[in-house]
Nanobody
Framework: HVQLVESGGGSVQAGGSLRASCGASEYAESINCMGWYRQSPGKEREGVAAIYLGGGVPYYTDSVKGRFTISKDNARNVLYLQMNSLKPEDAAMYYC?????????????WGQGTQVTVS
């Protein structure tokens, strides 16, 4: 069973940066894509960024394009989300996800989340 563990959230002022990390206990054959979702109180969970493990162009939701960068270290089984120029509306619980495809219906595994606060 694949376990995903996030870290790196925190509290920053607007304009600041954070890097979230997601460690995977293993890469299963069922995992072709990993990504980040976020959810704030009263809002639906939304996809932020995703990347296929085999390469290709990463996906970003429009609101983070040019500010966030998703990357992966396959050798270390780690997924990253570099968040720059953070805005108050970026504040949310950020979740790591993995599955056969890069959409929410394809997610098989979720992390426990890491909180990002922007003031």
């Amino acid at each position: 069973h694949v376990q995903l563990v996030e870290s790196g959230g925190g509290s920053v002022q607007a304009g600041g940066s954070l890097r979230a990390s997601c460690g995977a206990s293993e890469y299963a054959e069922s995992i072709n894509c990993m990504g980040w979702y976020r959810q704030s109180p009263g809002k639906e969970r939304e996809g932020v960024a995703a990347i296929y493990l085999g390469g290709g162009v990463p996906y970003y939701t429009d609101s983070v394009k040019g500010r966030f960068t998703i990357s992966k270290d396959n050798a270390r089984n780690v997924l990253y989300l570099q968040m720059n120029s953070l805005k108050p509306e970026d504040a949310a619980m950020y979740y790591c996800a993995a599955g056969p495809g890069c959409n929410v219906r394809a997610v098989l595994y979720w992390g426990q989340g890491t909180q990002v606060t922007v003031s």
